[in-house]
């Protein structure tokens, strides 16, 4: 796997933000490794950058040789809410150093909460809080080896009726919820609010069409 789309995410006109690892100041300059990522710049063009709460740091070989955003399971970002009352699509591509995944989560209550996590070591929760898709499989295993973990895309669906969460490009689960999702305060990128509970793991690519 490298990048999550064959063509630039820009050219589909649904593209409301495009986090890339390999250029994250958006650029076409590539940081040195081991640096602190306080902005991660959305290329888009809608200006929803990410902005670190706690400093992630820039690998230069994180995902299949080229740069990735080192968690680490201490850095997180404030994420743009680009998801309330709409149809969305989110992608992203990620190497775990750790079992759990923590993609997306809020501070918000019923249906005001964008959660994307781990639920166990082999499912995944894509849900609105109170109103969950939830699988308990369909996730590889975790390794254990932080240096051999192979990538994964996951993908998450939403269309007023219909829900879907995909590893790999597999349906994982699926659900026929029309709630919409309101908006969601405290959005965070690479932590559950609820837990604070952090993501350690690279992250390559994040859009959201």
């Given at each position: 796997?490298?990048?999550?789309?064959?063509?630039?995410?820009?050219?589909?006109?649904?593209?409301?933000?495009?986090?890339?690892?390999?250029?994250?100041?958006?650029?076409?300059?590539?940081?040195?490794?081991?640096?602190?990522?306080?902005?991660?710049?959305?290329?888009?063009?809608?200006?929803?950058?990410?902005?670190?709460?706690?400093?992630?740091?820039?690998?230069?070989?994180?995902?299949?040789?080229?740069?990735?955003?080192?968690?680490?399971?201490?850095?997180?970002?404030?994420?743009?809410?680009?998801?309330?009352?709409?149809?969305?699509?989110?992608?992203?591509?990620?190497?775990?150093?750790a079992?759990?995944?923590?993609?997306?989560?809020?501070?918000?209550?019923?249906?005001?909460?964008?959660?994307?996590?781990?639920?166990?070591?082999?499912?995944?929760i894509?849900?609105?809080?109170?109103?969950?898709?939830?699988?308990?499989?369909?996730?590889?295993?975790?390794t254990?080896?932080?240096?051999?973990?192979?990538?994964?895309?996951?993908?998450?669906?939403?269309?007023p009726?219909?829900?879907?969460?995909?590893?790999?490009?597999?349906?994982?689960?699926?659900?026929?919820?029309?709630?919409?999702l309101?908006?969601?305060?405290?959005?965070?990128?690479?932590?559950?609010?609820?837990?604070?509970?952090?993501?350690?793991?690279?992250?390559?690519?994040f859009?959201?069409?």
């Amino acid at each position: 796997m490298g990048r999550l789309l064959t063509s630039t995410p820009t050219t589909l006109g649904s593209c409301v933000q495009w986090l890339d690892a390999t250029d994250p100041a958006g650029n076409g300059i590539a940081p040195g490794n081991g640096a602190s990522i306080s902005t991660w710049v959305d290329k888009s063009g809608a200006g929803n950058n990410a902005t670190a709460v706690v400093s992630p740091t820039y690998s230069a070989t994180g995902i299949n040789g080229l740069g990735a955003i080192l968690f680490g399971g201490t850095g997180y970002f404030n994420l743009a809410d680009r998801f309330s009352n709409r149809a969305f699509v989110v992608l992203s591509l990620i190497r775990r150093q750790a079992s759990d995944i923590y993609l997306t989560g809020g501070t918000g209550g019923d249906n005001t909460n964008l959660q994307i996590r781990s639920n166990g070591a082999n499912g995944l929760i894509f849900g609105f809080f109170a109103n969950d898709l939830i699988t308990s499989s369909g996730v590889p295993s975790y390794t254990g080896n932080p240096s051999t973990e192979p990538p994964m895309i996951v993908t998450a669906y939403y269309s007023p009726g219909t829900r879907r969460i995909h590893i790999n490009g597999s349906l994982i689960g699926s659900d026929g919820n029309a709630a919409s999702l309101g908006a969601v305060p405290g959005l965070n990128l690479g932590r559950y609010p609820p837990f604070n509970a952090i993501y350690s793991g690279l992250m390559g690519e994040f859009i959201v069409l």
